[in-house]
């Protein structure tokens, strides 16, 4: 018998929204193999559909006889008006969701203050400040009326301290952390769950977009030390949505075992 035991999660329907790589595709996945139906919506939809794929074959696998609807949708979250038609686009079947991971997010640049691009600091706040609150309002009423739901935003170690050349990151995650807070207070009086992740060092595609482009560089973040992979994150997500109703995990910082800050880390360069 495993001791993580995930047995709640079967047949729920589960909205990962940024699912086409990194930790929100892991995420997808891993749902999937634990018998949930997976609504899969990001940006890029060839990738989507691979991805979706992946969560079949991964249900397949588990051999369980609940789950294993998937539905691949094309969303730019930072797109209010795609976000206002999204559930119109969700299959019937699928629409009673119990499950919001709010994954969609991204970092650009590392430049200072004084010398970011405005293009960069709108886009960022659009898609991880403004896009995790307009789709997080879709859903606070039917999770009301059926007395239950969880919303799980991914925060970041960015969201409890700030670094050079990251002012506009940290500030919307910052913004997540504040939102997330709030939101939690704001059902303490349902049975509705609210949990943030936040993770410290992932390497992810996500390093790859805030270097825009530059393998080299992106590389260079992770020298000398095990960064976290997007599964680890996605472990994280699974079991607290897996918890009995009755536990609700707020907050769980994940950091890899040579890192103890944003900005504090052990890095072995003798190899």
Same mark, same amino acid.
């Given at each position: 018998m495993s001791i993580f035991n995930a047995t709640r999660l079967l047949g729920k329907t589960v909205l990962v929204t940024g699912a086409s790589s990194g930790i929100g595709a892991a995420t997808a996945v891993l749902f999937a193999k634990a018998g949930s139906n997976v609504i899969l919506v990001a940006r890029r939809a060839e990738i989507l559909k691979q991805v979706a794929d992946q969560c079949l074959a991964a249900h397949k696998e588990s051999g369980l006889s609940q789950g294993g609807k998937f539905a691949a949708i094309q969303l730019d979250v930072s797109d209010k008006a795609q976000v206002a038609g999204f559930l119109e686009k969700v299959p019937s079947d699928l629409r009673d969701i119990d499950i919001l991971v709010n994954n969609a997010g991204y970092v650009l640049g590392v430049e200072h203050v004084g010398n970011i691009n405005e293009a960069d600091i709108e886009g960022m706040f659009a898609t991880n400040v403004l896009g995790l609150i307009s789709v997080t309002q879709l859903l606070p009423s039917e999770f009301k009326k059926k007395q239950a739901?969880? @919303?799980? *935003?991914?925060?970041?170690? +960015?969201?409890? %301290? +700030?670094? #050079?050349? &990251?002012s506009i990151y940290t500030a919307t995650k910052h913004a997540v952390r504040a939102f997330t807070g709030s939101l939690l207070r704001e059902l303490v009086n349902t049975p509705i769950r609210v949990t %943030?992740? $936040?993770? &410290?060092?992932v390497e992810t595609e996500f390093s790859l @977009?805030?270097?825009? &482009? $530059?393998t080299a560089a992106a590389k260079k973040v992770y020298d000398g030390i095990q960064p976290l992979t997007g599964h680890d994150i996605a %472990? %994280?997500? @699974?079991? +607290? #949505?897996?918890?009995?109703?009755?536990? *609700?995990? #707020?907050e769980v910082l994940v950091y890899p075992v040579n890192q103890a800050s944003a900005g504090i880390n052990y890095r072995n360069t003798s190899k």
């Open positions: 739901g969880h @919303v799980i *935003n991914l925060g970041s170690i +960015a969201g409890r %301290e +700030a670094y #050079a050349g &990251g %943030e992740i $936040d993770p &410290g060092m @977009v805030r270097f825009r &482009g $530059d %472990e %994280e997500i @699974v079991w +607290a #949505a897996s918890r009995p109703p009755h536990i *609700n995990i #707020a």
